[in-house]
T-cell receptor, first 115, second 115 residues
Framework: AQKITQTQPGMFVQEKEAVTLDCTYD???????LFWYKQPSSGEMIFLIY??????QNATEGRYSLNFQKARKSANLVISASQLGDSAMYFC????????????FGGGTRVLVKP | GAGVSQTPSNKVTEKGKYVELRCDPI?????LYWYRQSLGQGPEFLIY????????DSGLPNDRFFAVRPEGSVSTLKIQRTERGDSAVYLC?????????????FGPGTRLTVL
């Protein structure tokens, strides 16, 4: 079975500073993908970034980067230069090949950016 | 282009009633997913379609839940004899091919409230 753990229920970050959101995962599959999604108060799930288990380089997408440490089974999201619009829930998710195409989500971290 | 759409956006029903929730995926996407998100939690997988067939329905909680995708496009999630515990946001997502690197594009969700 796959499991995603996000240990930070909520975080405050000052505008323009960087913030790291923790994510650890558990799977026995060797082939898997890790995703981060943002969910604003409007409720939609917005894809941010993807990291494949065989990708050698850490993924980056604009202000988002993924700190992938395979041996530790962690996939932390780093948001640089935080903006007020970054205030939202953030979900880490995993898709393991052996488990098919479904996403397994963590419990989420709520980020509030302070001006 | 148009994203994933879901109707209705809100549904209030009484315990024991039957409800149908509709999902219109992005045109051309072969894979379609249903998730359920309870308050304060991450989404939980319900069912996945590849084309017209349910490729994985392991997340359906019991036989009161059923989903169809008869023409490989629009999908309907059907819940019989609703219970108060069914209250949640039901999210639909679609992806182009349903392969591991595919990003899943989410709809805005249907908020179901069972009184």
């Amino acid at each position: 079975a796959q499991k995603i753990t996000q240990t930070q229920p909520g975080m405050f970050v000052q505008e323009k500073e960087a913030v790291t959101l923790d994510c650890t995962y558990d799977t026995s599959d060797q082939s898997y993908g890790l995703f981060w999604y943002k969910q604003p108060s409007s409720g939609e799930m917005i894809f941010l970034i993807y990291q494949g288990s065989y990708d050698e380089q850490n993924a980056t997408e604009g202000r988002y980067s993924l700190n992938f440490q395979k041996a530790r089974k962690s996939a932390n999201l780093v948001i640089s230069a935080s903006q007020l619009g970054d205030s939202a829930m953030y979900f880490c998710a995993m898709r393991a090949k052996a488990a098919g195409n479904k996403l397994t989500f963590g419990g989420g971290t709520r980020v509030l950016v302070k001006p | 282009g148009a994203g994933v759409s879901q109707t209705p956006s809100n549904k209030v029903t009484e315990k024991g009633k039957y409800v149908e929730l509709r999902c219109d995926p992005i045109s051309g996407h072969t894979a379609l997913y249903w998730y359920r998100q309870s308050l304060g939690q991450g989404p939980e997988f319900l069912i996945y379609f590849q084309g017209t067939g349910a490729a994985d329905d392991s997340g359906l909680p019991n036989d009161r839940f059923f989903a169809v995708r008869p023409e490989g496009s629009v999908s309907t999630l059907k819940i019989q004899r609703t219970e108060r515990g069914d209250s949640a946001v039901y999210l639909c997502a679609s992806s182009p091919l349903g392969v591991s690197r595919d990003e899943q594009f989410f709809g805005p969700g249907t908020r179901l409230t069972v009184l």
